[in-house]
């Protein structure tokens, strides 16, 4: 018997043990652990009865399709922009980013003629750019309305920018990109500052109406002491002209409560008014009590940065776990001559990404989870879950304790060498 069969061998003996364990353990989604929504219980009772807005308009009645004026001026300073370009909704900025999409695409940005599914003709679609791997639910959306996904590379400094303009250039049915520009979602890169102007110019070669939805929903969601900076995508595409291809998104949804929070958006004030009056007509307004509160309680970006060093203190460890568990049972490790997998080490942000060797993604996850860790479906990170080496597996530490995540992590690595042991 060669070694590798023998370690096979040990190998699954010590997943039927596990097996055994009948474990119920959770990887899947990015949530905040408990210990971090208690960090914002004093959100309740922080008004005390003073309803007042800073306009001295009544938070509890209705109206204020954009946002109450302290909100606004608290996301302008979050998203980096001025108050008249920013619009504050309600708990989520992934409701507030289907909207603009299927509003875009059905309604159009500036008037029914500028609907992008009123330039698709003879069987064509409307297409988006997906830098993949990506966030899951930005590919849902496109899949609900129809809208045709087009993979794009990403590099360590963001997404391949050459293969991104020679897209748009050639296909005026491309009407916009996904981006996580910040701790993305699931690899952690942060887009360069070259990266980030070319974006801002990307309107200047692309069809009409083109748009970046900017989901920058970790910018302060640090891990380590100096954090990267992003350049300021609003600021560029105002110099070049452009600016009312950036629909920057942002929330406060891994900052205070999950369920509970408020989402904004920045874009040009024609293009804010617009939105604003489309939703107008399925709301008269959003939960402008939840906005009060929120800016009475964070009072400003340094009340929130004080608060994500408390997140941070949670976070960090639950991050370092997982590293570690991966670094001790897999480094250095190979399977015909090839390393055991590869991950990555973010900056911020709330996933490790995992590669296994090509072709493995689905089984391990199959493996884990009759071992009874759930984790992420293989092919989410990418557009109609194709993931084209069936290699990607995104693990969020966040929400379990850091004994369930060494449980189920010794899960994981030891699924991991399993199965690339059996696919020698």
């Known amino acids: 018997m060669t070694n590798a069969q ?8 010590a997943y039927q043990q596990i097996k055994a364990r009948k474990l119920n353990l959770d990887l899947t989604r990015g949530k905040p652990a408990t210990a971090q929504l208690d960090l914002s219980n004093a959100l309740d009772g922080t008004l005390q009865g003073n309803y007042r807005c800073a306009d001295g ?3 509890r009645n209705y109206g204020g399709g954009l946002g109450i004026p302290e909100a606004r001026q608290f996301a302008a300073d979050y998203l ?5 370009q920013v619009m504050v909704g309600g708990n989520s900025s992934l409701q507030l980013m289907y909207q603009y999409v299927a509003n875009a695409h059905i309604n159009g940005v500036k008037g029914a003629d500028s609907a992008w599914s009123k330039e698709a003709r003879d069987g064509q679609k409307v297409k988006f750019l997906c830098p993949a791997p990506g966030y899951d639910r930005h590919f849902s959306v496109c899949e609900a309305l129809g809208i045709e996904m087009i993979p794009v590379a990403m590099t360590e400094e963001g997404p391949d920018m050459d293969q991104v303009e020679q897209l748009v250039k050639s296909d005026s049915l491309i009407k916009g990109i996904w981006c996580v520009p910040k701790y993305a979602n699931p690899n952690g890169v942060v887009y360069s500052d070259a990266v980030v102007s070319r974006f801002a110019a990307l309107a200047k070669i692309a069809g009409a109406n083109f748009r970046i939805m ?3 929903a970790y910018a302060e969601h640090h891990l380590v002491d100096n954090p990267p900076e992003l350049a300021n995508l609003l600021s560029l595409c105002e110099q070049q002209g452009t600016l009312d ?5 942002g929330s406060t949804s891994k900052i205070t409560f999950a369920g509970a929070g408020m989402a904004f958006i920045a874009s040009s004030e024609a293009n804010i008014k617009q939105f604003a009056d489309y939703l107008g007509i399925s709301t008269i307004g959003p939960d402008k009590v939840n906005q009060l509160r929120h800016v009475r309680f964070l009072k400003n970006m340094d009340g929130l940065r004080s608060l994500m060093q408390q997140h941070r203190a949670i976070l960090q460890p639950k991050f370092e776990r997982v590293l570690k568990h991966l670094d001790d049972s897999l480094a250095g490790k190979t399977v015909n001559g090839q390393p055991l997998g590869n991950w990555t080490r973010p900056q911020g942000g709330y996933f490790v990404l995992f590669d296994t060797q090509p072709g493995l ?3 391990v996850v199959k493996l884990c989870a009759e071992a009874g860790v759930k984790l992420t479906p293989a092919g989410s990170t990418w557009p109609y879950q194709r993931d084209p080496n069936n290699s990607n597996i995104r693990l969020a530490p966040s929400f379990p304790s850091l004994e369930e995540i060494d449980e189920a992590m010794a899960v994981f690595v030891l699924c991991v060498e399993l199965a690339s042991l059996e696919a020698a």
């Open 6 to 13: 023998a370690r096979l061998q040990e190998l699954q003996s």
């Open 361 to 363: 993604a689905d089984k």
């Open 245 to 249: 291809s950036a629909i920057v998104i």
């Open 57 to 59: 308009t009544d938070a």
């Open 80 to 84: 980096e922009t001025r108050p008249a």
């Open 214 to 216: 900017w989901d920058n």
